[in-house]
């Protein structure tokens, strides 16, 4: 009895850290969104939509002039790098399926797909930043979109190969070429996921600061001019939270909190569409 | 022949229903008279079209190969400079000062290995036991919205995670856990130098702890996964033999996805290294090695976000990209191993 007893216990504790591990891991993460909207809330109002960032020491104003600055480049990346993504994705999964450049692409982009996002900041800036000689926010932009590719490329493919196969040659069959099955027939029956992995790929770069820094660089004022530096959100909360004025910290908590509802929106959409999917 | 023909003309517009320039042509021309001439020419177009296609997708497939290349050669590129000033030693010295122009990347690699690693300490453990509780111990009914709600988790941007380090995480460990943990290990030798100095909140330490909350979700969600790969018989069996959860997990489970625990981990470790929003903001860009965790040091990422901007001079500018370079080659070898250990148990999962 006593070999049983030993094992009953060291199931018990180990069980119970694993309990403990589940409890500790979600009471952070949820004090982080706890604080998030505890701090955000406060400062939310209709000024943050409508007025610009304000000048030191940051009373009043708000952080228009930023959103509109993320969804401007946000917007310009997806339009760059979606079809870029897509294509790619469409050749591994349908032309490439058995080649070795599929394999090789697949590798290379699942690490483009973790590279350190400042490390594409740099690397925008030295192919756009420094020959063209100023910070523009269509730097801002390239950095994103080759963020965007390796989701988008990802996803495509994936969603692509779920397109079973009796689809394409029953109307290969009818005589239509490989280029019309894939885009009236593959696309067709893949379409919502590959929207899922452009919401996604918006989702993960909505939130991204580090490439903007030095790419985009930031602007006090309104602007829509991409040869010219662009605010952005990320980039706003980066220069508010680290400077020592009330009013900028308070809006770079509800800077932050409005990427969160966003990016949570988007992954939340994403996940409803890819569910619509299966279930049908 | 006329059969075919036939078959064509009622088939395409079928197929592709919607308004096609070309489908409409090669419907009117069949119907014609000329309706071999016509359909001579609607294939011709199809076959040019086809191959117009396939070189678009296989030169966006090749276009994502450039894409590494060009990283790597555009930073290779700008971190010449500071390689011919400084050459190897430019990896061993813990010197970075801007004002007499010499640097060292010794402070901010020691900087990025160590919160790194501490992070992933913290991390791994706490991280399988989340997958170990979703697969095995949570209600069934709460298993899908937590395991969502932990995927979600794993796409909030890295600077939430530092905002609220900053103001949050860094000022409470100030006021409350570092004076404690300063007293608990003053008359201990060796914790007595490792948790030094005065209490600043913000350093090594709190950076790792950041770090490791944030890449907590990424290694659940992949640890989940991976634990769902093993058949069901397996485990089946061995609790059909008596086995507890624990001897399941450990002798069943583990040994099977073992190589893609490992890969999940070193996916979260090579996030952990590029991180930088999230440690910029309470790492304190200290260039120094300190043998206290609490100190304030720095890591590559932070280095570059906090100065790039600020950077005179081509000298300055360059090592900044040569740490970005090497920040580049760590992770690419880390995440290259990661990759290939998942896609050997995906083989496996097949």
New interface residues.
Partial sequence: MALYDTRRRSNAIAMGLCWGAAGFGILFLALILAALLWNGVKGLSPAVFTQMTPAPPGDGGGLANAIAGSVLMTALAVLVGAPIGMLAGTYMAEYGRASALTTIVRFINDILLSAPSIVIGLFVYEVMVAPMGHFSALAGAVSLAVLVIPVVVRTTEDMLLLVPGPLREASAALGLPRSYVIRRVAFRAARAGLITGVLLAIARVSGETAPLLFTALNNQFWSSNFNAPMASLPAVIFQFALSPYKGWQQLAWTGALLITIAVLALSVGARALSAQRTSK | MNEASD??ER??PV??REDDAVTDMAMTNAAGATASAGRASVLRR??L??L???T??????????L??G??IV??F??SMPAIRAFGFGFLTSEIWDPVADKYGALAAIYGTLVTSILAMLLAV??????A???T???PHKLRRP?G?AI???A??????????G???FAPFLQAHVQPLIIAVTGPVPVLSTLFAGPPYGIGVLTAAFILA?MV??FI?SIARDVFDTVPPVLKEAAFGIGC????V??NVVLPYTRVGVIGGVM?GL??A?????AV??VIGNAHRISASLLAPGTTI?AT??NE??EAVGDLYTSS??EL?LI??VI??IV??IA?LMLMRIEKKAA
Wanted: proline content about 3%; overall charge positive; some cysteine.
């Fill in positions: 078959v064509r088939t395409i197929a592709a199809f076959a079209d086809d117009l296609f396939r678009l997708t296989r030169s966006a497939a090749i276009a994502v190969l894409l590494l060009g990283v555009s930073l590129y700008g453990p706490v991280g399988l036991g989340v170990v509780f979703l095995e111990l949570c937590l969502i995927e979600l988790l796409g909030i941007p890295s600077i939430i995670y530092g905002i609220w900053l103001f949050i909350i907590l979700p659940s507890t959860k624990w001897e997990m450990r996916l090579g996030r290294l590029g991180e930088t929003m910029t903001f990422s570059i976000a790039f901007t900044l990209i970005g920040l580049f992770t690419f995440l290259a990759r």
